[in-house]
């Protein structure tokens, strides 16, 4: 069965610096997701994806993230300067058409 | 707007015992309801799902949850739960129609099962 796959599986990285998060989704969804969980806490979404644009972002989601589907197949989420808070679980999702959403394994970033 | 409430941040059981996790949503408009489950360091897993279909729904490892419009519940159940089980389970409403529509996630419910 198709899976959506994330790399790497756990980033560490010093408080200011970039990271990218990089996700590949089932080669024919349309619809691509970023959601974060801090540990011990909910699933937060972030954003959602569609057709080369961002469709819906949450409050989470500011200036410092971005997201990109640079060349059909990845789907990046970049933070510009980590934050201490920006450690958590990100996970990415893609969903076909009135499908459920299909989770990767997650990144695990840590910020230090 | 929509939203989900599970009932009980902590759940236990017995091995053996019947599993109820509850979940409430709110929708304003008619949704698409899931289970995922998340095991210690990993992602999250596709249960089962609700898409208007049939109202009992049967998942992986034997859970089913059964969507009843009147209670806005859809809560999910396992006859006889096996130590395996023990996960976070969380509740997902997504509403129908919207396909590029994010999925809302409840807090989640740790299940223990105890030997």
């Known amino acids: 069965e198709p899976e959506v796959t994330q790399t790497p599986s756990h980033q560490v990285t010093q408080m200011g610096q970039e990271v990218i998060l990089r996700c590949v989704p089932i080669s024919n969804h349309l619809y691509f997701y970023w959601y974060r969980q801090i540990l011990g806490q909910k699933v937060e979404f972030l954003v959602s994806f569609y057709n080369n644009e961002i469709s819906e972002k949450s409050e989470i989601f500011d200036d410092q993230f971005s997201v990109e589907r640079p060349d059909g197949s990845n789907f990046t989420l970049k933070i510009r300067s980590t934050k201490l808070e920006d450690s958590a679980m990100y996970f990415c999702?893609?969903?076909?058409?009135?499908?459920?959403?299909?989770f990767g394994n997650g990144t695990r970033l840590t910020v230090t | 707007a929509q939203s989900v409430t599970q009932l009980g941040s902590h759940v236990s059981v017995s091995e053996g015992a019947l599993v109820l996790l509850r979940c409430n949503y709110s929708?304003?408009?008619?949704?698409?309801l899931f289970w995922y489950v998340q095991y210690p360091n990993q992602g999250l897993q596709l249960l089962l799902k609700y898409t208007s279909a049939a109202t009992l729904v049967k998942g992986i490892n034997g859970f089913e949850a059964e969507f009843k419009k009147s209670e806005t519940s859809f809560h999910l159940t396992k006859p006889s739960a096996h130590m395996s089980d023990a996960a976070e389970y969380f509740c997902?409403?997504?509403?129908?129609?919207?396909?590029?529509?994010?999925?809302?996630f409840g807090d989640g419910t740790t299940l223990t099962v105890k030997p």
């Open positions: 999702a893609s969903a076909g058409n009135n499908s459920p959403l299909h």
């Open positions: 929708s304003s408009v008619p949704p698409y």
């Open positions: 997902a409403v997504r509403p129908i129609g919207t396909n590029a529509g994010k999925s809302t």
